[in-house]
């Protein structure tokens, strides 16, 4: 009987320790899917909340600089602010989670000097929009040159600058590569400066040259007054005079003011007679440029002497020659 009963308190606990475990496993099965909905809702959350503070951020911005909007500005700042309330939403989603953000923090704290080798690049990136942000080399709309790429600056992140050139090609540039390198802001400045160089006939008249160059050129309406437009001799090139013409307009109608003062110049030019010459070339064939090869001289030929006449001896001894050999 004693062994009987021993069996069953056996059997009796076995059974109270697994409805505990299948009680215990049950209402850690609930608490994780309680956990993981309210993790999915902060997190859902946290992305409508991070969209709604980048708008409201643009609108503060807009209404703050009413009279000099900065779209440079407003986009950099909206994607901080929204970056800052994604970071945060995950950390809160990760406590709902049973993550200890603490021992997080010091992971990351002892792995800091690994990520930032790792990530040298980016964060490099991201210090660099930071200080051209701060410094202000160019906005949105302007038109850049960053190295050999040139076009107009269409956004301004974290990461990289984007640009669109004349192609409507889409230029995407690391912030820290523009940062280290050389940045020309075109349209950084209201007035520009048209700047022609033209050769003229050394025989033709200077000062009607000039005055016909800068009479046709203040005759266009994008050409400014002030400054006045200026002309003048600077070089004297091997088949001309080049005359200098400068002229400033505003910095939207460069382009195209250029190219119509080389038209109006070019025909004020012609009627006025004055001549733009064509380079000079001379062509050179190797039948006229090359030296004649040398003739040899002729070997010149030996002179014959003449026969001396034999005196009465002479002619003995050469019979007496001529008979012993025989």
Same mark, same amino acid.
């Given at each position: 009987?004693?062994?009987?009963?021993?069996?069953?308190?056996?059997?009796?606990?076995?059974?109270?320790?697994?409805?505990?475990?299948?009680?215990? %496993?049950?209402?850690?099965? &609930?608490?994780?899917?309680?956990?993981?909905?309210?993790?999915?809702?902060?997190?859902?959350?946290?992305?409508?909340?991070?969209?709604?503070?980048?708008?409201?951020?643009?609108?503060? +911005?807009?209404?703050?600089?009413?009279?000099?909007?900065?779209?440079?500005?407003?986009?950099?700042?909206?994607?901080?602010?929204?970056?800052?309330?994604?970071?945060? &939403? +995950? %950390?809160?989603?990760?406590?709902? +989670?049973?993550?200890?953000?603490?021992?997080?923090?010091?992971?990351?704290?002892?792995?800091?000097?690994? %990520?930032?080798?790792?990530?040298?690049?980016?964060?490099?990136?991201?210090?660099?929009?930071?200080?051209?942000?701060?410094?202000?080399?160019?906005?949105?709309?302007?038109?850049?040159?960053?190295?050999?790429?040139?076009?107009?600056?269409?956004?301004?992140?974290?990461?990289?600058?984007?640009?669109?050139?004349?192609?409507?090609?889409?230029?995407?540039?690391?912030?820290?590569?523009?940062?280290?390198?050389?940045?020309?802001?075109?349209? &950084?400045?209201?007035?520009?400066?048209?700047?022609?160089? %033209?050769?003229?006939?050394?025989?033709?008249?200077?000062?009607?040259?000039?005055?016909?160059?800068?009479?046709?050129?203040?005759?266009?309406?994008?050409?400014?007054?002030?400054?006045?437009?200026?002309?003048?001799?600077?070089?004297?090139?091997?088949?001309?005079?080049?005359?200098?013409?400068?002229?400033?307009?505003?910095?939207?109608?460069?382009?195209?003011?250029?190219?119509?003062?080389?038209?109006?110049?070019?025909?004020?030019?012609?009627?006025? &007679?004055?001549?733009?010459?064509?380079?000079?070339?001379?062509?050179?064939?190797?039948?006229?440029?090359?030296?004649?090869?040398?003739?040899?001289?002729?070997?010149?030929?030996?002179?014959?002497?003449?026969?001396?006449?034999?005196?009465?001896?002479?002619?003995?001894?050469?019979?007496?020659?001529?008979?012993?050999?025989?």
């Amino acid at each position: 009987m004693t062994d009987l009963n021993d069996v069953i308190q056996q059997g009796q606990a076995a059974l109270d320790f697994d409805a505990a475990l299948i009680e215990r %496993i049950t209402r850690m099965a &609930g608490d994780l899917a309680v956990n993981l909905v309210v993790a999915a809702l902060i997190l859902i959350a946290t992305f409508f909340v991070a969209r709604w503070a980048g708008g409201w951020t643009r609108r503060a +911005l807009v209404r703050l600089q009413k009279r000099n909007p900065d779209p440079t500005l407003q986009g950099f700042l909206v994607q901080v602010v929204r970056v800052i309330v994604i970071a945060v &939403g +995950l %950390i809160a989603v990760l406590q709902r +989670l049973g993550v200890q953000t603490t021992s997080i923090i010091a992971i990351l704290g002892a792995a800091s000097l690994a %990520i930032g080798l790792a990530l040298q690049g980016t964060l490099s990136n991201v210090a660099a929009g930071v200080m051209l942000l701060i410094l202000r080399p160019y906005r949105v709309g302007d038109v850049v040159q960053v190295g050999e790429r040139a076009g107009v600056v269409r956004k301004l992140d974290l990461f990289t600058t984007v640009m669109i050139d004349a192609n409507n090609m889409k230029i995407t540039v690391p912030n820290s590569q523009v940062l280290g390198d050389v940045i020309v802001n075109i349209s &950084g400045q209201r007035t520009r400066r048209i700047e022609l160089f %033209i050769g003229v006939d050394y025989d033709s008249d200077l000062e009607q040259a000039m005055e016909v160059m800068k009479t046709a050129s203040a005759e266009h309406p994008n050409v400014l007054e002030d400054p006045p437009v200026w002309a003048g001799v600077t070089g004297f090139l091997d088949s001309s005079v080049q005359i200098d013409l400068q002229a400033w307009v505003k910095s939207e109608n460069w382009w195209q003011t250029k190219a119509d003062l080389h038209l109006m110049i070019k025909h004020a030019l012609d009627k006025a &007679g004055v001549v733009i010459p064509y380079p000079h070339q001379v062509h050179v064939t190797r039948s006229a440029a090359a030296p004649k090869p040398r003739r040899k001289a002729d070997p010149k030929p030996q002179p014959v002497e003449a026969e001396k006449p034999r005196t009465p001896a002479a002619k003995a001894s050469a019979m007496g020659a001529g008979q012993g050999g025989a």
